[in-house]
């Protein structure tokens, strides 16, 4: 396994060790911002979901140029910190065109492609939001600590979003890979067909060419996983070619759909939202009636925005709730399938070619009911991001 190339620092303070190693291992903050306990967590070759935050917010690069901007900010060098924030903008919509599917990613389960442009979308927006930061005469302290605190925000979403991804592509492959292992059943089994005048060689000619088109598939898949990775190793502040130990993402806990009012939520998520945090407060600071009236402009589109957003996202919510549930029917009924089919291999009655496609039948229901669960996990996800601000205004 390749160790990580940025978690060995203990101090930011001291001045040999950030002489010597590369600059992502001096990101992290002090020792006493964690425990022991936590570091270790943090420092380890294993990325589990619930640690994405913590590295996002010690190791990325985005945020650590962020907080150096913000202090010199903070010293009243609002242009050198203008300066940055329009560099962000640029690292930012460089990070949104990667994370953009390629169109073989139309070819995964579920809902990756979507999920994938969702995020893509996202950071684009927020990198233009980076870019209109930097152009206005009218910041201060507290608009660039929003415009950070969004940034940092949206990169943990893009990181879930990304194990998301992972997951499902990785589960995508293992059904792949058995496939392969049916069609090369199905081809020795051509081959014996035809040996005894049962088909010709253009059937023998077509089970190779469905190996060759399925081998091509999972090339195709390998390169997708591998891209999702190494967007997620950056981001979390592994060298690319790094081989953490990617844990599951967490079960779905249905009791938090049930937890969901949008009614209520939207209130939530107004009073969260960074657009109309930054708009609010830009407001405040201009006295420019035509500057006013722009910046009032923007509090009523993100208002409207919000609120049709949370609605859209809470309806998602639900539908891919129905997704996973008629997804586990299926794989209900498959398994009775799957006990006949047991069965009748036992006692001579099905031959071991039906009984690897009845096995692969299953496998694919199973896979299903997976991807379906994780693009559910994703959906909630969303949802709980908007409540927490993570919502474009435009």
């Given at each position: 396994m390749?160790?990580?190339?940025?978690?060995?620092?203990?101090s930011?303070?001291i001045?040999?060790?950030?002489?010597?190693?590369?600059?992502?291992?001096?990101?992290?903050?002090?020792?006493?911002?964690?425990?022991?306990?936590?570091?270790?967590?943090?420092?380890?070759?294993?990325?589990?979901?619930?640690?994405?935050?913590?590295?996002?917010?010690?190791?990325?690069?985005?945020?650590?140029?962020?907080?150096?901007?913000?202090?010199?900010?903070?010293?009243?060098?609002?242009n050198?910190?203008?300066?940055?924030?329009?560099?962000?903008?640029?690292?930012?919509?460089?990070?949104?065109?990667?994370?953009?599917?390629?169109?073989?990613y139309?070819?995964?389960?579920?809902?990756?492609?979507?999920?994938?442009?969702?995020?893509?979308?996202?950071?684009?927006?927020?990198?233009?939001?980076?870019?209109?930061t930097?152009?206005?005469?009218?910041?201060?302290?507290?608009?660039?600590?929003?415009?950070?605190?969004?940034?940092?925000?949206?990169?943990?979403?893009?990181?879930?979003?990304?194990?998301?991804?992972?997951?499902?592509?990785?589960?995508?492959?293992?059904?792949?890979?058995?496939?392969?292992?049916?069609?090369?059943?199905?081809?020795?089994?051509?081959?014996?067909?035809?040996?005894?005048?049962?088909?010709?060689?253009?059937?023998?000619?077509?089970?190779q060419?469905?190996?060759?088109?399925?081998?091509?598939?999972?090339?195709?898949?390998?390169k997708?996983?591998?891209?999702?990775k190494?967007?997620?190793?950056?981001?979390?502040?592994?060298?690319?070619?790094?081989?953490?130990?990617?844990?599951?993402?967490?079960?779905?806990?249905?009791?938090?759909?049930?937890?969901?009012?949008?009614?209520a939520?939207?209130?939530?998520?107004l009073?969260?939202?960074?657009?109309?945090?930054?708009?609010?407060?830009?407001?405040?600071?201009?006295?420019?009636?035509?500057?006013?009236?722009?910046?009032?402009?923007?509090?009523?589109?993100?208002?409207?925005?919000?609120?049709s957003q949370?609605?859209?996202?809470?309806?998602t919510?639900l539908?891919?709730?129905?997704?996973?549930?008629?997804?586990?029917?299926?794989?209900?009924?498959?398994?009775?399938?799957?006990?006949?089919m047991?069965?009748?291999?036992q006692?001579?009655?099905?031959?071991?070619?039906?009984?690897?496609?009845?096995?692969?039948?299953?496998?694919?229901?199973?896979?299903?009911?997976?991807?379906?669960?994780?693009?559910l996990?994703?959906?909630?996800?969303?949802?709980?991001?908007?409540?927490?601000?993570?919502?474009?205004?435009?």
């Open positions: 390749v160790k990580r190339s940025r978690n060995r620092l203990i930011l303070g001045a040999a060790a950030m002489a010597a190693v590369p600059s992502m291992q001096v990101f992290a903050s002090p020792e006493f911002a964690h425990t022991a306990e936590e570091w270790a967590r943090l420092r380890d070759d294993v990325m589990e979901y619930g640690e994405l935050a913590d590295l996002i917010h010690e190791y990325n690069t985005t945020v650590y140029k962020n907080q150096v901007a913000y202090d010199d900010a903070r010293d009243q060098d609002f050198d910190a203008k300066d940055a924030l329009a560099s962000q903008a640029n690292d930012l919509f460089s990070q949104s065109d990667s994370m953009y599917p390629e169109d073989t139309a070819m995964a389960p579920g809902g990756i492609y979507a999920n994938m442009i969702y995020g893509s979308a996202m950071m684009e927006y927020y990198a233009k939001a980076a870019l209109q930097s152009e206005s005469s009218l910041v201060d302290n507290t608009m660039l600590r929003i415009r950070y605190d969004q940034q940092e925000a949206g990169l943990v979403m893009q990181a879930q979003i990304l194990m998301n991804s992972y997951e499902q592509l990785e589960k995508n492959m293992a059904l792949l890979e058995d496939t392969k292992g049916l069609l090369e059943a199905v081809y020795q089994s051509t081959l014996i067909q035809r040996d005894h005048g049962l088909v010709t060689q253009a059937d023998v000619l077509k089970a060419e469905n190996i060759s088109n399925l081998d091509a598939n999972i090339q195709t898949a390998e997708s996983r591998d891209q999702v190494r967007n997620l190793c950056l981001l979390t502040g592994w060298s690319v070619n790094a081989n953490p130990d990617i844990r599951p993402i967490p079960e779905v806990d249905m009791t938090r759909i049930d937890r969901m009012n949008p009614a939520d939207t209130a939530t998520a009073a969260n939202n960074y657009d109309l945090r930054y708009y609010t407060k830009q407001l405040e600071n201009v006295g420019e009636e035509s500057a006013r009236k722009t910046a009032q402009a923007n509090i009523d589109n993100t208002k409207e925005t919000v609120t949370v609605k859209t996202l809470y309806e919510v539908n891919k709730r129905t997704s996973y549930e008629t997804a586990q029917m299926a794989l209900t009924l498959e398994e009775v399938n799957k006990r006949d047991d069965q009748k291999y006692v001579g009655s099905a031959s071991p070619l039906e009984y690897r496609q009845a096995q692969n039948t299953y496998l694919q229901k199973a896979v299903a009911v997976d991807t379906a669960k994780l693009d996990f994703q959906a909630i996800e969303n949802y709980e991001w908007a409540l927490k601000g993570l919502v474009s205004g435009s």
